[in-house]
T-cell receptor, first 112, second 115 residues
Framework: DAGVTQSPTHLIKTRGQQVTLRCSPK?????VSWYQQALGQGPQFIFQ???????QRGNFPDRFSGHQFPNYSSELNVNALLLGDSALYLC???????????FGDGTRLSIL | GENVEQHPSTLSVQEGDSAVIKCTYS??????FPWYKQELGKRPQLIID?????GEKKDQRIAVTLNKTAKHFSLHITETQPEDSAVYFC??????????????FGTGTQLKVEL
């Protein structure tokens, strides 16, 4: 039973570029949430997808966007990258809304 | 929106002792409180959770208590072992922000279990 998988594991970009991160949910999970974790801090909620729609959004600018596909997998897109976007991006999935969330290993994004 | 405060930021205990981590939340309608353990360079791992209709939950050496009146919840680890060393995060799922899956996390507690 595969857990939550994320790709890539590491990514290096320069300011102004765009990036796409991917997440495949744990088997049986249909809800995907994305979090940003800066070094030494707790995860910060970016947004959540369910039934291919963005259902809830945290305090992140429109440069952060996402998508959920019919197979429940999801992408996180970030445009016009800033140095402050350097962080660990975590995907968490659950079986429906309001249910326990399980995290993937994350994508470590570094902006130069 | 929801605000979660976590204390202490670091905690050092001797192997075999108990460890307690405390969190407070601001949204009185919050209804779900998970705890995650994150080892260095690894994913946050769900270790225990509690819903607002329950006051206490136990799973082997780990327990969580919830006081809705005071809006605080605590993680208790008994008979600590070196492998318990990690950063622990509390979180709360608020209702005022629309429910859904949004978790608001505390700032984390670095637990060190010394031999």
């Amino acid at each position: 039973d595969a857990g939550v998988t994320q790709s890539p594991t590491h990514l290096i970009k320069t300011r102004g570029q765009q990036v796409t991160l991917r997440c495949s949910p744990k088997s049986g999970h249909d809800t995907v949430s994305w979090y940003q974790q800066a070094l030494g801090q707790g995860p910060q909620f970016i947004f959540q997808y369910y039934e291919e729609e963005e259902r809830q959004r945290g305090n992140f600018p429109d440069r952060f966007s996402g998508h959920q596909f019919p197979n429940y997998s999801s992408e996180l897109n970030v445009n016009a990258l800033l140095l402050g976007d350097s962080a660990l991006y975590l995907c968490a999935t659950s079986r429906g809304e309001g249910q326990p969330q399980h995290f993937g290993d994350g994508t470590r994004l570094s902006i130069l | 929106g929801e605000n979660v405060e976590q204390h202490p930021s670091t905690l050092s205990v001797q192997e075999g002792d108990s460890a307690v981590i405390k969190c407070t939340y601001s949204d009185s309608a919050s209804n779900y409180f998970p705890w995650y353990k994150q080892e260095l360079g690894k994913r946050p791992q769900l270790i225990i959770d509690i819903r607002s209709n329950v006051g206490e939950k136990k799973d082997q050496r780990i327990a969580v208590t919830l006081n809705k009146t005071a809006k605080h919840f605590s993680l208790h680890i008994t008979e600590t072992q070196p492998e318990d060393s990690a950063v622990y995060f509390c979180a709360a799922r608020g209702i005022l922000t629309g429910g859904g899956n949004k978790l608001t996390f505390g700032t984390g507690t670095q637990l060190k279990v010394e031999l």
